[in-house]
């Protein structure tokens, strides 16, 4: 029993000290926090951590307000069991009375202490929503680098001269470098050989395709699209060899052979557009549509396959930091209304294909 009320007692002494330290560090971070509120110079990513902060200490409080309801309920049903007081006279019943108000003042004092600072933390919390609100609304309206400002189209499209003689440079240095004519004299016969199949095999894809699709007449739809595919994976499988050829002689430089890691997708992109234009042209053939058409979807694809290269190409210039910051938006929102252009084009020859009046269109580039 001895022990129980020792333990009891250094509990209740240390909760205590808990509960000043903490009231104490809650007055630190508080200076701090109307410091940073005050000076309004800190970014909205510490502004919001300051917010969670604040919220959790907001929270700690609100608990502690909800604390000894109990027994302050008890002690105020205590106090209006006595009654009034006399209005004359002496009150026999004064020292409880005093005893009772001395009890509920002290218990009130940490919900009072708790109350105040939750009154200030919540205001400090509305004060940061505030701030950030205003730095948001100035951040919208704020202008950035536009591709409707004539002035930053010089800078953008010198910034992209400027990155391409770099590259250019680059390649150059090493075409001249003693490294490079020495690793292409040593693999002089396997260049050639590479170089030559790969031609070769670019040019005759077409008449293989042919070839394949003469030998499956039966099954004409399917042995057109065999073919197409079979066609167009042959010319990919040329330029893949020539890339990784160029890669393996180190032609493109540093930053270049970076670059060059994305040249198996672009080249995909316009092999890809290719096949689907032709494609596109097969089907078509069945609507008479005009040869005018034909070609305007065979531009169309080659476009398109430009304007995801270029895009592409773009990124890969800011990520190697060859272009400003600036530069790199104009040119990426020019490549957003190109885009944009280029569906609309597309759609409206589409709907002039499918037309029942398809003899008199004519739509042009």
Do not use: C
Not at 36 to 44: G, M, N, P, W, Y
Not at 77 to 87: A, M, V
Not at 240 to 257: E, P
Not at 278 to 295: I, Y
Request: glycine content about 4%; aromatic content about 10%.
């Amino acid at each position: 029993m001895f022990l129980t009320l020792i333990f009891v007692f250094i509990s209740f002494n240390f909760s205590l000290a808990e509960e000043i330290a903490d009231y104490e560090k809650w007055e630190l971070n508080a200076l701090r926090a109307e410091t940073v509120i005050e000076t309004d110079k800190a970014s909205v990513e510490a502004l919001e951590k300051l917010r969670a902060q604040l919220v959790q200490w907001r929270s700690s409080f609100q608990q502690l307000q909800n604390e000894n309801q109990n027994r302050i309920e008890t002690i105020r049903t205590q106090i209006d069991s006595l009654g009034p007081k006399p209005e004359n006279g002496t009150d026999p019943l004064e020292d409880r009375r005093l005893a009772l108000d001395k009890q509920l003042s002290k218990l009130n004092e940490p919900i009072v202490r708790a109350q105040e600072a939750f009154n200030r933390a919540d205001g400090m919390v509305s004060e940061i929503d505030n701030l950030i609100s205003q730095r948001q609304a100035l951040e919208f309206l704020k202008l950035g680098p536009s591709i409707l400002n004539p002035l930053l189209w010089g800078t953008t499209l010198g910034d992209l001269f400027n990155s391409f003689l770099t590259l250019s440079k680059e390649t150059a240095d090493v075409l001249s470098s003693n490294y490079f004519q020495e690793q292409f004299s040593n693999r002089l016969i396997s260049i050639l050989l590479i170089s030559f199949f790969s031609v070769l095999l670019f040019i005759y894809s077409g008449a293989i395709s042919n070839q394949l699709n003469a030998t499956a007449k039966r099954f004409e739809k399917v042995a057109g699209f065999l073919s197409s595919s079979v066609k167009y994976l042959l010319r990919y499988v040329a330029l893949y060899s020539l890339i990784h050829l160029a890669q393996s002689l180190g032609v493109f430089g540093i930053r270049g052979d970076l670059i060059a890691e994305n040249f198996y997708l672009w080249v995909g992109y316009f092999i890809l557009a290719l096949w689907l234009a032709e494609r596109l042209q097969m089907s078509w053939l069945a609507f008479e549509t005009d040869k005018v058409n034909h070609r305007n979807i065979e531009k169309f694809a080659v476009l398109g396959a430009v304007i995801l290269v270029a895009q592409d190409y773009g990124s890969e210039l800011s990520r190697l930091q060859l272009i400003e910051q600036q530069s790199y938006e104009v040119f990426t929102s020019a490549i957003t209304v190109l885009a944009g252009i280029m569906l609309w084009r597309i759609s409206a020859l589409m709907k002039l294909v499918v037309s029942d009046d398809t003899s008199s269109g004519n739509l042009r580039l």
